[in-house]
């Protein structure tokens, strides 16, 4: 028999207690915002580096002449953007379709980009889980949305106590150390 709280000397039915399901407490250390930085343009060199890639090759192949290597800069692909080239939209255009792919699935669903799992980060849910396929998609929207004013949303985790970007808060994921 189970004694009931409060009454030393009174004993209640042998009938079982009703358990209260146990919340479990995850302790998590937050990405300080270096590494995340580091990892993050890993991710971005990474993905700019298969885009240029594919566009060198899809150059070759209709081909287009390459510019010479003095001429290649951020002004080349500017000026490309402005003429409306074909190869710097579609170059600029790849660089976002593969990197939206990239983060919906490895830094969403998977929880790890290949950046974040250089540096020893991951991203979980508020449940401690990896964000959920919609989760992600919203994320990455709320990326471009973060990473577009200067970077403003992205530094916002130098600010904040739970070190959550602008993105992170509006979809309800965190950037962890992976212990």
Request: proline residues 7%; glycine residues 10%.
């Amino acid at each position: 028999m189970a004694a009931v709280a409060g009454y030393a000397g009174f004993y209640a039915s042998p009938e079982p207690t009703p358990t209260i399901p146990e919340e479990r407490v995850l302790r998590v250390r937050a990405a300080s915002f270096p590494r995340r930085l580091a990892a993050a343009l890993a991710d971005s060199l990474l993905i700019a580096g298969v885009a240029a890639l594919v566009t060198v090759i899809a150059a070759m192949v209709l081909q287009i002449p390459l510019p010479r290597s003095k001429e290649i800069g951020p002004d080349l692909l500017v000026a490309g953007l402005l003429d409306r080239n074909p190869m710097a939209v579609g170059a600029v255009g790849l660089y976002f379709g593969l990197g939206g792919l990239y983060q919906i699935y490895l830094g969403g669903m998977v929880g790890q980009t290949l950046g974040k799992r250089w540096f020893g980060l991951r991203v979980i849910s508020v449940r401690g889980l990896a964000p959920s396929p919609a989760r992600s998609i919203a994320r990455y929207l709320a990326m471009l949305i973060s990473v577009l004013p200067a970077g403003l949303g992205f530094f916002w985790c130098l600010f904040d106590r739970e070190r959550r970007a602008a993105h992170d808060h509006l979809v309800g994921t965190y950037v962890i150390f992976d212990d």
